[in-house]
T-cell receptor
Framework: DTAVSQTPKYLVTQMGNDKSIKCEQN?????MYWYKQDSKKFLKIMFS???????INETVPNRFSPKSPDKAHLNLHINSLELGDSAVYFC????????????FGPGTRLLVL | GENVEQHPSTLSVQEGDSAVIKCTYS??????FPWYKQELGKGPQLIID?????GEKKDQRIAVTLNKTAKHFSLHITETQPEDSAVYFC???????????FGSGTRLQVQP
C-alpha cells in the first residue's frame, strides 16, 4: 500500500525516558513533517525536512530532534520526556511544500506517566 | 506569520441537513486552502482543496468556496450522513511557506 506509516501506534513511558518514533513514506515525496496534536485537537507543526535538510523548526524544545536517514524516512527522537509531551504525533509528507498537499500518517499516541 | 481561525468548534446536524464550516486567514498572500477530515483514532485525510485562481470547487456532496477579498473560505457538506461525523480542519498556505497552517478544528456530529 502507498502510504505514510508510523511506529509505534501507542507509546506509554515514564517521565525522564528517551524514546523514538519512526516514520516512513513510500509516496516518493521530497518533504516530510512532524506535527503535534494536543488534547484539544490543535495541530502544530514541529519540523519539516526537505531533501534531508531541516527547513523549519518552530518553538520546539531541543529535547526533540528529527533524524532523516534518507528521503523516505523521518524519525523523531525525544529525550528526557515530560508530562506535557503527552499528545498524538503525526508524520506527514508532500511533494514540495507551500502549495503542496500533505499526506498524514495514522499517528503515534504518546502518554508520559 | 499566517493565522487561521475556524468556526464553529462543534456542529451538530440532523442526517440529511447541510453543514457549513467557516475559516478566515490573515496573510493575503496565501493561495492554497485544503480541508482535512480526521476520524477517531486516525490521521487527517485531505477531502478537498482550492487554490486562489478559483472561487468555488465541488466534489459530490462537498464544496468549498473562497472569498479572497474577505480572506475567508468555507466548507459545505450537503445531505449529511452519519459517516460524515468527524473533526474537520481547514488550512492555508502559499508558495515558499514550508508547511500548512491549520485552523483549530470543527467537531461535526451528524445525528441519525
Amino acid at each position: 500500500d502507498t502510504a505514510v506509516s508510523q511506529t509505534p501506534k501507542y507509546l506509554v513511558t515514564q517521565m525522564g525516558n528517551d524514546k523514538s518514533i519512526k516514520c516512513e513514506q513510500n509516496l516518493g515525496h521530497d518533504t516530510m513533517y512532524w506535527y503535534k496534536q494536543d488534547s484539544k485537537k490543535f495541530l502544530k507543526i514541529m519540523f519539516s525536512y526537505n531533501n534531508k535538510e531541516l527547513i523549519i523548526n518552530e518553538t520546539v524544545p531541543n529535547r526533540f530532534s528529527p533524524k532523516s536517514p534518507d528521503k523516505a524516512h523521518l524519525n523523531l527522537h525525544i529525550n528526557s520526556l515530560e508530562l506535557g509531551d503527552s499528545a498524538v504525533y503525526f508524520c506527514a509528507s508532500s511533494q514540495g511544500s507551500g502549495r503542496a498537499t500533505e499526506y498524514f500518517g495514522p499517528g503515534t499516541r504518546l502518554l508520559v506517566l | 506569520g499566517e493565522n487561521v481561525e475556524q468556526h464553529p468548534s462543534t456542529l451538530s446536524v440532523q442526517e440529511g441537513d447541510s453543514a457549513v464550516i467557516k475559516c478566515t486567514y490573515s496573510d493575503s498572500a496565501s493561495n492554497y486552502f485544503p480541508w482535512y477530515k480526521q476520524e477517531l483514532g486516525k490521521g487527517p485525510q485531505l477531502i478537498i482543496d482550492i487554490r486562489s485562481n478559483v472561487g468555488e470547487k465541488k466534489d459530490q456532496r462537498i464544496a468549498v468556496t473562497l472569498n479572497k477579498t474577505a480572506k475567508h473560505f468555507s466548507l459545505h457538506i450537503t445531505e449529511t450522513q452519519p459517516e460524515d461525523s468527524a473533526v474537520y480542519f481547514c488550512a492555508a498556505s502559499k508558495q515558499g511557506r514550508r508547511a500548512l497552517t491549520f485552523g483549530s478544528g470543527t467537531r461535526l456530529q451528524v445525528q441519525p
